[in-house]
């Protein structure tokens, strides 16, 4: 019995400066549900995390339609998740001279998308035969080339002279 695989498709965005923890809390709405599905989800989450992840969702898709062949809407989110990245240390000035650390958390987040059990394959693509066609602005044989009249350059012309006030009041 031989298995179709399954095919995933995932993207990645790195270093997004969010903590993993806030970010969790959205990729936890739309795990297990259909893309069009967790646009809708995504886009009416008032989260700053689901602009990022949106943007990571749209990058998966754009991967399955580009590189597998796959119609986007036919697909699943079959995974996601918010594993954490370096953190930055920053220094604030405190009283009597002391300093306090400055924890600024990043995170990488990641999407895999699957196509849904029920969707029909999509037909692999036909590359078609390039026609070459002859070019308009090229002269053909036939046809000689028109030559161009020389354009002479505008002459330069000198500021007018500026009349002083006590000029013009003499006048």
């Given at each position: 019995?031989?298995?179709?695989?399954?095919?995933?498709?995932?993207?990645?965005?790195?270093?997004?400066?969010?903590?993993?923890?806030?970010?969790?809390?959205?990729?936890?709405?739309?795990?297990?549900?259909?893309?069009?599905?967790?646009?809708?989800?995504?886009?009416?989450?008032?989260?700053?995390?689901?602009?990022?992840?949106?943007?990571?969702?749209?990058?998966?898709?754009?991967?399955?339609?580009?590189?597998?062949?796959?119609?986007?809407?036919?697909?699943?989110?079959?995974?996601?998740?918010?594993?954490?990245?370096?953190?930055?240390?920053?220094?604030?000035?405190?009283?009597?001279?002391?300093?306090?650390?400055?924890?600024?958390?990043?995170?990488?987040?990641?999407?895999?998308?699957?196509?849904?059990?029920?969707?029909?394959?999509?037909?692999?693509?036909?590359?078609?035969?390039?026609?070459?066609?002859?070019?308009?602005?090229?002269?053909?044989?036939?046809?000689?080339?028109?030559?161009?009249?020389?354009?002479?350059?505008?002459?330069?012309?000198?500021?007018?002279?500026?009349?002083?006030?006590?000029?013009?009041?003499?006048s």
């Open positions: 019995m031989a298995t179709a695989e399954r095919q995933e498709v995932q993207a990645v965005a790195k270093w997004v400066r969010m903590s993993p923890r806030k970010a969790r809390l959205v990729v936890d709405h739309i795990r297990g549900r259909p893309v069009p599905e967790a646009r809708t989800v995504l886009a009416f989450t008032q989260r700053a995390a689901a602009r990022e992840i949106e943007k990571v969702l749209s990058s998966a898709v754009a991967n399955a339609e580009a590189n597998h062949n796959l119609v986007g809407d036919d697909l699943v989110v079959s995974a996601a998740f918010v594993d954490e990245g370096p953190v930055m240390k920053r220094w604030r000035a405190r009283a009597r001279g002391r300093a306090a650390r400055i924890r600024k958390p990043t995170c990488h987040i990641t999407v895999r998308l699957t196509p849904v059990e029920g969707a029909p394959e999509p037909a692999p693509k036909v590359e078609e035969p390039k026609v070459e066609e002859p070019k308009v602005d090229e002269p053909t044989a036939e046809e000689p080339k028109a030559e161009k009249p020389e354009k002479k350059p505008a002459p330069k012309r000198k500021p007018a002279a500026r009349k002083k006030k006590s000029e013009e009041a003499s």
